[in-house]
C-alpha cells in the first residue's frame, strides 16, 4: 500500500489515520466514514506467530565450518539457538556464544535469513546465520563449554558437514559460505537459496 503524504487533494499527515479492521490495515481520511477499529490486542492475536533461531559462522584459514557437538542430541550444529522473548537475533548470537563456547565474541554480519516451513511438529520459522570470522584451532582449543550442553567443537569441510549435520543445516551452511565469498546477505527457503 503507498499514499501520498502532501500536495493539492491528498490527506496530510494530520488528516489521515491506520485503523485496523479484520486484520487488514485500512486507510482512512477524516473526511470518509468512519470503519469498525479492531483492539491492538484483538489484531495482535490474530497475527501469525513464527519461531526464530539465529546462528554464528565460523571459519579457519581453510574455509572449513565449526561445529559443535550438543549433548542432547545426534546431529551437530553451529553455534546458536532459539531466539528468546523480546530478545534480538543479533542478541541471542551473542548470548549462546557465551553459554555455549564460553566466547566472548563480536557477532559479524548477517550472511542467511531463512524460512523453514512447519516441520516435525514445529511451526514455520526464520533462521538467520551470522558471520563469526576467522578462528584458529587455538581458538577452538581454548573453548571452555560452561553448561554441559556442548561436548566438542571442531572445524570440517562442507563435504564432512553434511555427514554430521541435518540436511537443512548442510544447506543453509552451503548458503553462509556463498555469502561470506560474496559479501553479500542471502535469502533461503529450506536451506534453498533464492536471493
Not at 548458503?175 to 537459496?193: F, K, M, N, P
Request: proline content about 8%; glycine content about 8%; some cysteine.
Amino acid at each position: 500500500m503507498s499514499m501520498a503524504l502532501a500536495g493539492p487533494g491528498r490527506p496530510t499527515p494530520s488528516r489521515w489515520s491506520v485503523s485496523l479492521v479484520a486484520r487488514v490495515p485500512q486507510v482512512t481520511t477524516s473526511e470518509s466514514a468512519p470503519t469498525a477499529v479492531l483492539p491492538v490486542a484483538q489484531y495482535v492475536a490474530g497475527l501469525a506467530r513464527k519461531r526464530m533461531a539465529a546462528g554464528v559462522l565460523f571459519r579457519d584459514e581453510q574455509g572449513r565450518v565449526l561445529l559443535v557437538e550438543p549433548s542432547y542430541k545426534p546431529n551437530w550444529e553451529i553455534p546458536g539457538g532459539a531466539v528468546e522473548a523480546d530478545e534480538s537475533p543479533w542478541a541471542t548470537a551473542s548470548r549462546e556464544l557465551a553459554e555455549e563456547l564460553g566466547l566472548g565474541h563480536p557477532v559479524g554480519r548477517l550472511l542467511v535469513v531463512d524460512y523453514v516451513r512447519p516441520q516435525d511438529s514445529r511451526p514455520e520459522g526464520v533462521v538467520m546465520v551470522f558471520d563469526g570470522g576467522v578462528l584458529n584451532e587455538t581458538d577452538v582449543v581454548g573453548m571452555v563449554f560452561p553448561d554441559a550442553e556442548i561436548l566438542s567443537a571442531g572445524f570440517h569441510t562442507l563435504a564432512d558437514a553434511r555427514d554430521k549435520v541435518k540436511p537443512l543445516l548442510a544447506d543453509r551452511l552451503a548458503a553462509a559460505l556463498e555469502a561470506v565469498e560474496q559479501g553479500v546477505t542471502v535469502l533461503c527457503e529450506q536451506g534453498q537459496r533464492i536471493a
